[in-house]
């Protein structure tokens, strides 16, 4: 029979068909007893005369269609025969086992012959007559256990006839002796699926054995190992059972993976030993790659990671250890430059006849992935660079330098950096070009670490290095040539790497005043510059940034010329005003002008901070600051911010005043408040007749009205409650002339209070005359006389409410 499906599949499929078959007979049976049982009834019942109506004693009905089916068997025929084959060759393996190695000594020489001899000979003989009749599991297990007894037969003919034999090279010989057999006793039987897998298993054993009884040592081991890998290999690529390519492939990995281990334990102690071993490797994977499409990717980067450690182990035996991971760094170029040369347009059929992209793939990605381990040993002097110094260990201008080289650390690791650089060039792929940027920074960033340069010119290739990717954040294109999309990103990265050496580079310049001006005004050109040249949101953090440089700078030169905090705080105040006239005049309703004049302000906000040790000079410096946003506010585009910013410095800085002047009245700090808000809550009203009162006159008037009431319940004199309820009553009557609840209720309460606190004292003076019984009978008749027009009182409440309501 002729199928398109493989053995496998097809065998799998008439299992599945057998155990259907086998299910449904089995209900089949079930109706057949049935039937039988109730023809049997109705003969008896027929027998016995019995009467129509009596009930015939009979078998369970069938159930109906829609009853649940009866209780099939919970194994199949064929997975019940599959445990008991399984459970028998255990047993009968068991029995062999016990018998060579227990009952052995009990026979003669002859019968011990004669039983191995009947015995194998009856296991391995069987299975032909039982594959005739179709019995092929059981053909299965009585194979199986002719295997074992093979082996049993081998132990018992060196225990017997060659005792003397040594037992390394006894096992060797008997393995390879066994692999033979089993594998043509398998292919005379091909319907068996044990022999060949197990040959393969034994022709594991030999060579390595073989080198092991000869008394070699780890380095023949280790060509055995390779040897019997390669045979694999090949018995993996030419079989065409499933079972026997899988056994094959797992020795395979197994024994070259352990020869490939130890090529590359000893490229690093002998490394001329190992280079013939380590190529061996390479070789056979690269076979394996090219003849297994599948494992094609893995096995040409583990050979291209064996052919780098073999050449990279020679190189390393012949150069200084600093240039040794250069070496490696060498062999990986090569590598992946020669994979990357026949990826290219130019690889035709003559350059490369077979097309193998995962090959070559992997050797690329074997190549880099060594560069890529150079260059994590060759950024720790870029990353000193960059946080240098984390710690300050001197003075601020004091002149002495920390030191700021990598102890013990070469400067071949700047080389490993420019020839990792170098390949990433030609790599057309937007990844690769961001990396190679990076590399590049890394490298300026790390040469005085690397190379141990003086303190000025380590500034000054720091800045270079700044200046360098900041000039690509402004014209990427030059380096995202021919890359479609990675303008915007390779733009993004310099400015990233700019603002990280800009941000670094200026704590290294504290050591000297010198190095603090140049430095900050280096970065504030060069941001400027970028402010100036560049485009987005990159023109608008670089405008910041250029800020925060010159606020770094106007810092410096107050403290150079000697000048107090408080006093650097006012002279800080130059810089939101010149980000304010900027903005006026230049950055007028362009994007970046919001965050310029914001950076400005947060260093206002800095300068207030220093000037607050001096009350006087913090009174200053906000109403210049004041002066600044009502400048500000000139500008239609930002009245609504900066007069409100403006209006707040100014009442700040005349509190600030009052209190410098040792000013306790608090209508001198709350009259500042109230006379603008209730100006503002006028021309609000005005614009918007529907306003609330509480929100246009109830801040203001409460801003002096309620601290006024508080000092004047402790206040002795008489003075300040008079003008209190002067005022509260002027405003209750505006209230009540305009219709307002803010003023009527406010004004009408603080009134009421200021009049209780004035009457109390004779309020007090007036009970305390009166006999002790007059009090609770006027409170009596007071309830009475509520009682008695409680309905009047709570209809004049309703209409009060109402009249409130309706007032604004």
């Given at each position: 029979?002729?199928?398109?499906?493989?053995?496998?599949?097809?065998?799998v499929?008439?299992?599945?068909?057998?155990?259907?078959?086998?299910?449904?007979?089995?209900?089949?049976?079930?109706?057949?007893?049935?039937?039988?049982?109730?023809?049997?009834?109705?003969?008896?019942?027929?027998?016995?005369?019995?009467?129509?109506?009596?009930?015939?004693?009979?078998?369970?009905?069938?159930?109906?269609?829609?009853?649940?089916?009866?209780?099939?068997?919970?194994?199949?025929?064929?997975?019940?025969?599959?445990?008991?084959?399984?459970?028998?060759?255990?047993?009968?393996?068991?029995?062999a086992?016990?018998?060579?190695?227990?009952?052995?000594?009990?026979?003669?020489?002859?019968?011990?012959?004669?039983?191995?001899?009947?015995?194998?000979?009856?296991?391995?003989?069987?299975?032909?007559?039982?594959?005739?009749?179709?019995?092929?599991s059981?053909?299965?297990?009585?194979?199986?256990?002719?295997?074992?007894?093979?082996?049993?037969?081998?132990?018992?003919?060196?225990?017997?006839?060659?005792?003397?034999?040594?037992?390394?090279?006894?096992?060797?010989?008997?393995?390879?002796?066994?692999?033979?057999?089993?594998?043509a006793?398998?292919?005379?039987?091909?319907?068996?699926?044990?022999?060949?897998?197990?040959?393969?298993?034994?022709?594991?054993?030999?060579?390595?054995?073989?080198?092991?009884?000869?008394?070699?040592?780890?380095?023949?081991?280790?060509?055995?190992?390779?040897?019997?890998?390669?045979?694999?290999?090949?018995?993996?690529?030419?079989?065409?059972?499933?079972?026997?390519?899988?056994?094959?492939?797992?020795?395979?990995?197994?024994?070259?993976?352990?020869?490939?281990?130890a090529?590359?334990?000893?490229?690093?102690?002998?490394?001329?030993?190992?280079?013939?071993?380590?190529?061996?490797?390479?070789?056979?994977?690269?076979?394996?790659?090219?003849?297994?499409?599948?494992?094609?990717?893995?096995?040409?980067?583990?050979?291209?990671?064996?052919?780098?450690?073999?050449?990279?182990?020679?190189?390393?035996?012949?150069?200084?250890?600093?240039?040794?991971?250069?070496?490696?760094?060498?062999?990986?170029?090569?590598?992946?430059?020669?994979?990357?040369?026949?990826?290219?347009?130019?690889?035709?059929?003559?350059?490369?006849?077979?097309?193998?992209?995962?090959?070559?793939?992997?050797?690329?990605?074997?190549?880099?992935?060594?560069?890529?381990?150079?260059t994590?040993?060759?950024?720790?002097?870029?990353?000193?660079?960059?946080?240098?110094?984390?710690?300050?260990?001197?003075?601020?201008?004091?002149?002495a330098?920390?030191?700021?080289?990598?102890?013990?650390?070469?400067?071949?690791?700047?080389?490993?950096?420019?020839?990792?650089?170098?390949?990433?060039?030609?790599?057309?792929?937007?990844?690769?070009?961001?990396?190679?940027?990076?590399?590049?920074?890394?490298?300026?960033i790390?040469?005085?670490?690397?190379?141990?340069?003086?303190?000025?010119?380590?500034?000054?290739?720091?800045?270079?290095?700044?200046?360098?990717?900041?000039?690509?954040?402004?014209?990427?294109?030059a380096?995202?040539?021919?890359?479609?999309?990675?303008?915007?990103?390779?733009?993004?990265?310099?400015?990233g790497?700019?603002?990280?050496?800009?941000?670094?580079?200026?704590?290294?310049?504290?050591?000297?005043?010198?190095?603090?001006?140049?430095?900050?005004?280096?970065?504030?050109?060069?941001?400027?510059?970028?402010?100036?040249?560049?485009?987005?949101?990159?023109?608008?953090?670089?405008?910041?940034?250029?800020?925060?440089?010159?606020?770094?700078?106007?810092?410096?030169g107050?403290?150079?010329?000697?000048?107090?905090?408080?006093?650097?705080?006012?002279?800080?105040?130059?810089?939101?005003?010149?980000?304010?006239?900027?903005?006026?005049?230049?950055?007028?309703?362009?994007?970046?002008?919001?965050a310029?004049?914001?950076?400005?302000?947060?260093?206002?906000?800095?300068?207030?901070?220093?000037?607050?040790?001096?009350?006087?000079?913090?009174?200053?410096?906000?109403?210049?600051?004041?002066?600044i946003?009502?400048?500000?506010?000139?500008?239609?585009?930002?009245?609504?911010?900066?007069?409100?910013?403006?209006?707040?410095?100014?009442?700040?800085?005349?509190?600030?005043?009052?209190?410098v002047?040792?000013?306790?009245?608090?209508?001198?700090?709350?009259?500042?408040?109230?006379?603008?808000a209730?100006?503002?809550?006028?021309?609000?009203?005005?614009?918007?007749?529907?306003?609330?009162?509480?929100?246009?006159?109830?801040?203001?008037?409460?801003?002096?009205?309620?601290?006024?009431?508080?000092?004047?319940?402790v206040?002795?004199?008489?003075?300040?409650?008079?003008?209190?309820?002067?005022g509260?009553?002027?405003?209750?009557?505006?209230?009540?002339r305009?219709?307002?609840?803010?003023?009527?209720?406010?004004?009408?309460?603080?009134?009421?209070?200021?009049?209780?606190?004035?009457?109390?004292?004779?309020?007090?003076?007036?009970?305390?005359?009166?006999?002790?019984?007059?009090?609770?009978?006027?409170a009596?008749?007071?309830?009475?006389?509520?009682?008695a027009?409680?309905?009047?009182?709570?209809?004049?409440?309703?209409?009060?409410?109402e009249?409130?309501?309706r007032?604004?």
């Open positions: 029979m002729n199928t398109s499906l493989p053995p496998a599949e097809e065998l499929l008439v299992d599945r068909e057998l155990a259907r078959l086998d299910a449904h007979r089995a209900q089949l049976l079930l109706r057949r007893d049935w039937l039988v049982r109730a023809l049997d009834a109705q003969r008896a019942a027929a027998a016995a005369s019995a009467p129509l109506s009596a009930p015939a004693a009979g078998p369970r009905p069938w159930p109906a269609p829609g009853a649940a089916a009866p209780r099939l068997p919970e194994a199949t025929p064929r997975s019940t025969q599959n445990v008991l084959l399984t459970l028998g060759g255990v047993l009968l393996t068991v029995a086992l016990v018998f060579t190695l227990v009952s052995w000594g009990t026979m003669g020489i002859g019968g011990r012959a004669a039983v191995l001899a009947v015995v194998t000979s009856g296991a391995l003989f069987a299975p032909v007559v039982l594959l005739r009749r179709g019995l092929v059981t053909a299965e297990s009585v194979g199986a256990l002719g295997l074992v007894l093979t082996v049993l037969d081998a132990y018992a003919l060196h225990r017997v006839a060659l005792p003397e034999a040594d037992g390394l090279g006894y096992t060797a010989v008997a393995a390879t002796v066994l692999a033979g057999g089993w594998a006793y398998g292919s005379a039987l091909p319907k068996l699926r044990i022999p060949v897998p197990a040959g393969v298993v034994a022709a594991q054993l030999p060579l390595p054995l073989g080198v092991l009884a000869a008394g070699g040592g780890m380095i023949p081991f280790a060509w055995a190992a390779l040897g019997t890998a390669a045979l694999d290999v090949v018995a993996m690529l030419w079989a065409k059972a499933l079972p026997v390519r899988v056994t094959a492939g797992v020795g395979a990995a197994a024994l070259g993976g352990w020869a490939l281990l090529g590359l334990g000893l490229s690093l102690t002998s490394p001329v030993k190992a280079l013939p071993l380590l190529l061996a490797c390479a070789a056979v994977l690269l076979f394996l790659a090219v003849r297994h499409t599948p494992s094609a990717l893995a096995s040409a980067l583990v050979a291209g990671l064996a052919g780098i450690a073999a050449v990279g182990g020679l190189l390393r035996a012949g150069v200084p250890e600093a240039w040794i991971v250069p070496g490696y760094a060498l062999c990986a170029l090569v590598l992946a430059g020669a994979a990357a040369w026949h990826r290219g347009p130019w690889a035709t059929a003559r350059t490369a006849p077979v097309a193998l992209p995962a090959l070559r793939d992997g050797l690329a990605l074997a190549g880099g992935g060594v560069l890529g381990l150079a994590l040993w060759a950024l720790p002097p870029a990353v000193l660079g960059l946080l240098d110094p984390q710690v300050r260990t001197t003075e601020i201008w004091s002149g330098h920390a030191e700021r080289t990598l102890s013990g650390y070469p400067a071949t690791a700047s080389l490993v950096l420019l020839v990792v650089t170098g390949a990433l060039v030609a790599v057309p792929h937007l990844w690769a070009r961001g990396a190679a940027l990076g590399l590049v920074w890394a490298l300026l790390g040469l005085p670490v690397a190379f141990g340069l003086p303190y000025g010119a380590s500034l000054a290739v720091r800045l270079v290095a700044t200046a360098a990717v900041l000039a690509v954040a402004v014209r990427p294109a380096v995202a040539r021919g890359l479609d999309g990675a303008v915007e990103v390779v733009a993004w990265l310099g400015f790497f700019g603002l990280a050496s800009g941000l670094a580079v200026v704590p290294a310049a504290l050591d000297t005043r010198a190095a603090t001006f140049a430095v900050l005004g280096v970065l504030a050109v060069l941001f400027g510059a970028v402010a100036i040249l560049g485009d987005g949101v990159r023109r608008t953090g670089a405008a910041c940034v250029a800020v925060l440089a010159v606020a770094g700078l106007v810092g410096a107050a403290a150079a010329v000697g000048l107090s905090g408080p006093v650097a705080g006012v002279l800080l105040l130059v810089v939101p005003a010149g980000t304010a006239g900027l903005g006026g005049a230049w950055l007028r309703r362009r994007p970046e002008s919001v310029v004049e914001a950076t400005g302000a947060a260093v206002g906000l800095c300068g207030f901070g220093l000037a607050a040790g001096r009350p006087a000079l913090l009174a200053l410096a906000l109403a210049l600051g004041g002066v946003a009502a400048a500000t506010a000139v500008r239609e585009e930002r009245r609504p911010v900066a007069s409100w910013a403006a209006a707040v410095l100014f009442l700040l800085a005349t509190w600030v005043r009052l209190a002047w040792e000013v306790t009245t608090p209508e001198a700090y709350t009259l500042p408040v109230t006379v603008p209730l100006v503002v809550g006028v021309l609000r009203r005005r614009r918007d007749p529907e306003a609330s009162s509480w929100t246009a006159y109830g801040p203001g008037l409460a801003a002096t009205l309620v601290p006024s009431l508080f000092a004047a319940w206040d002795p004199y008489w003075t300040r409650p008079l003008l209190l309820g002067v509260a009553l002027a405003v209750t009557l505006l209230g009540a305009f219709r307002l609840q803010a003023p009527l209720l406010l004004g009408g309460s603080v009134l009421a209070l200021v009049g209780l606190h004035e009457l109390a004292p004779y309020v007090v003076q007036a009970v305390g005359a009166l006999p002790r019984w007059l009090p609770p009978a006027l009596g008749l007071l309830l009475l006389a509520v009682g027009t409680y309905e009047q009182r709570l209809r004049d409440a309703r209409r009060l409410r009249r409130l309501g007032m604004r």
